[in-house]
């Protein structure tokens, strides 16, 4: 007997080039044990229709049992023909138990609602193991922040001297955008708890099989409630693409700030030895590659949703073998992070701040001037006004070369009267800080505030 799934009808074997070209077994084998975990529940329901009887039962699952260790210990791998993870692991069964009882497994299922369903159960436990690391990082971003509650530093727009902002502040900007992505994790998790098992080739089942038995078996939420769209829908796969994807864009945009950071023009960290590279023919040089690496994965897991995306487009209902390729793009950015997540929240947590270097270019680049502005609006002038007389400051100190803070009672005067000697009192970095008190500002009482926050979303993440 052949041990192909789909010989019947055929009155010769497949290509080499086919069998070749088919074969997903290299990338697909990661599902057996939720495939063994399918045809477990598959089993159970089996036997309450009537199909299967207590012997049988107990046979089956016993072989699917000792199929799983053997998987486990690699005892039992695919052979060059099984097509994929489900062929091999029909052959594994049927090899244990026998063709009479092994051979019942497949009434009432097709592959197809079998790696729908097995592709979200692996999902699933990947997104928890991701969300995790990426909980990771928020953690190493949080605790430095709790390191330099009150340490002034640049901020920027267009990447030029903006606002004085706390690095506080600015490090927990990042954690907020990665705890959405663990939230995004999380909703993915309860929109993918379906179960398309039963759902058949495209059309259900006419066995009398139980599929909200197996999703509740298999930990789902529900079944697939329209079998087609349970067989030929991926937009699961798309999500999380997505939702890996944007993971690496804020990391990515964490790992350029780390790498000016790091240039002897911005010197404001130094990173951990442990964290960094040297060159191979300049001895002095210390390279920031975790944060690059970090950059150029960006890309890839990019590519992953976008190559995903495309294949789905255009693809009629139901089923179709281009389906095969949603699963390694998938898998790719799963790797990907598994390895870079790690590799970051270590680089993060290691950093060496340099708090004087950080204050001293906090103040410059006329970065007070907003502040200038707002004293006057507080005055009763109109901002309008307010702007144009802080842009006069500026110029002054410009031609001058000094800094707004050196600006005396006397030239504050002569730019304008309305520029009296409490003007001062924003002139500085902490002035400035203290006075962005609204919710969500940077002054310390918020951003401590803010900790606190952040500190509650770990907590129950
Ligand atoms: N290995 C296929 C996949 O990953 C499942 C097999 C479905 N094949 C089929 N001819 N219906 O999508």
């Known amino acids: 007997m052949s041990l192909s799934l789909w010989g019947g009808r055929f009155a010769g074997g497949p290509a080499d080039a086919l069998t070749e070209l088919s074969r ?14 399918g045809s477990r529940a598959h089993a159970r329901v089996l036997h309450k229709a009537g199909l299967l009887d207590d012997t049988d039962l107990d046979r089956m699952l ?26 091999a692991l029909e052959r594994g069964l049927i090899e244990r138990t026998g063709p009479e009882v092994g051979g019942r497994l497949r009434a009432g299922r097709s592959r197809n609602d079998q790696v729908a369903t097995q592709f979200r159960m692996y999902l699933r436990d990947q997104a928890r193991l991701l969300g995790a690391r990426v909980l990771a990082v928020v953690e190493a971003l949080v605790e430095q922040a709790a390191r330099h509650p009150e340490v002034a530093m640049p901020g920027r727009t267009h990447l030029q001297h903006a606002q004085p902002v706390l690095l506080a502040h600015h490090l927990q900007a990042h954690a907020w955008a990665l705890l959405r992505d663990l ?47 349970g067989t030929a829908s991926r937009d699961f796969a798309a999500e999380f693409a997505f939702v890996t994807a944007m993971v690496a864009v804020d990391i990515s945009r964490i790992a350029e700030e780390v790498i000016l950071w790091a240039t002897a023009e911005f010197g404001f960290v130094t990173l ?17 590659d975790v944060a690059e690496l970090a950059r150029g994965k960006a890309g890839r897991l990019i590519g ?63 970065s007070l001037a907003t502040d200038v502005a707002e004293w006057l609006v507080r005055e009763g002038v109109p901002f309008r006004v307010a702007h144009e007389l802080a842009g006069a400051c500026v110029q002054a100190c410009e ?27 924003v002139l500085t970095v902490h002035g400035s800080l203290a006075s962005r008190d609204a919710y969500g500002g940077t002054a310390p009482a918020r951003v401590s505030e803010q900790r606190s926050q952040l500190l509650k979303e770990i907590a129950r993440a």
């Open 62 to 87: 016993e072989g699917l049992e000792g199929l799983l260790e053997e998987v486990r210990t690699g005892n039992f791998v695919p052979r060059p023909e099984d097509e994929d993870v489900h062929t």
């Open 272 to 288: 951990d030895d442990a964290y960094s590279t040297g060159s191979s023919i300049m001895p002095q040089k210390k390279n920031p």
């Open 399 to 425: 031609e001058r070369g000094i800094g707004l803070e050196e600006l005396s009672e006397e030239d504050l005067a002569s730019i304008s009267p309305l520029l009296t000697p409490g003007v001062r009192s």
């Open 304 to 366: 992953d949703l976008a190559g995903l995306m495309a294949t789905l487009k255009g693809l009629p209902l139901a089923y179709n073998r281009d389906l095969q390729e949603d699963k390694e793009p998938v898998f790719d950015a799963i790797d990907t992070l598994e390895v870079l997540l790690p590799a970051v929240s270590g680089m993060v947590a290691t950093l060496t701040f340099h708090p004087e270097r950080l204050e001293e270019l906090a103040p410059q680049g006329f």
């Open 183 to 229: 939230t995004r994790l999380q909703d993915w998790d309860t929109r993918s708890a379906v179960s398309p098992y039963g759902s058949g080739a495209l059309a259900g089942s006419s066995l009398g099989l139980d599929p909200q038995a197996i999703a509740a078996d298999l930990g789902m939420r529900t079944a697939s409630q329209n079998s087609i769209d």
């Open 24 to 37: 997903s077994t290299h990338f697909d084998w990661r599902l057996a044990p939720y495939d063994i975990a």
